[in-house]
């Protein structure tokens, strides 16, 4: 046997060990089991913590039983996905672009169980049990595009993303519009760190670009935005622009603002849906602004701990993104979704 086949003999035989042990567990939950299967580690102050909590909570909320299960080889996916619907799962819930392959052969097998895929394009011809969604976070991009333009000393910005895929491609575009809308004279530039899980790697390119002067950096990188907030924290003046709350304290001199995308509210949102009798599949979702998933935001903790100068110049600078939220709420500002590099 090669060394490939021993490998894919090997996490098969892993995972249908441990589709073996949960089947039992979910088996008890009589049909009314929700479970979230995420693609990346927990633990990442971002998508997927927001995600389990928010779980948690609907659960509590709404007297479910649910399971958050980490899928961390694609090799077992749909193990997973088919042992849950063996079991009789309600809703599975499912995450980023890796998962479509095994939805779209899983989920007409299991037509009684809902399937949502958060961050997914649509499936043609559409899954008439599964919903897809997708987020026009490159609106929030463009919106931190602006604010750069208007915080940068150096006229250079940096966005440094976990791969280079067309939504990805899109934010940084959308940034670097937004940026040029203000400050025609500005440099963007765009890096990735090759995954959504390597703070190390994440940290060497935001060192790299701190050094060449660039003084403002949006991340699109998950847990790899650890290693880019760690760059940050080196020295002040440094901003660096995330995604969620909870990064606030890890650079409270730092990070001066997230481009919000809330997974655990879309999740909540969704699954909420999903529980109600009026559900319908077969469609697909655009979450954008407005809809208190995806938006802008100044951080709190950076207005208080922050560099004086860095916050006074803040007040300013939100005025000027306030005006463009609201052109793009109301028509009035176009931004292109373009994924070219």
Known sequence: MNRRSFLQVSAGAAALGFAASIVPEFAQAAGGLVALVHTQAAGDNGPVDQMIAKLKQLSEEKGFEYRAIYAQDPATYETVYRTLGDAGAAIIVSTFNEVAEPFKALAPSYPNTKWIQLFGDAFEPPIPNVVTVSYDYYLGCYLSGIF?????????????????????????????????????????????????QDPAKGQEIATQMYNDGIDYIQTDAAATDGGIIAAANEKEGRMVS???????????????????????????????????????????????????????????????????????????AIAEVDKARAGILDGSIKVEFNTTL
């Open 242 to 316: 995330c995604l969620a709350p909870a990064q606030y304290q890890l650079g409270p001199k730092s990070v001066i603002s997230i481009v919000g995308l809330d997974f655990g509210v879309s999740l909540y949102n969704e699954t909420t849906k999903a529980l109600g009798p009026d559900w319908k599949g077969g469609t697909h979702e655009h979450t954008g602004l407005g809809t208190g998933v995806i938006d802008f935001i100044p951080s709190p903790v950076f207005a208080e701990q922050g560099p004086a100068d860095l916050v006074a110049k803040a007040k300013d």
């Open 148 to 196: 750069a333009a208007k915080m940068s000393s150096t006229g250079k910005i940096g966005f440094i993303g976990g791969v280079s895929i067309p939504p990805l491609n899109a934010d940084f575009n959308a940034l670097k519009a937004g940026v040029l809308s203000v400050r025609p004279d500005a440099t963007v530039t765009a890096a990735f760190a090759g995954s959504f």
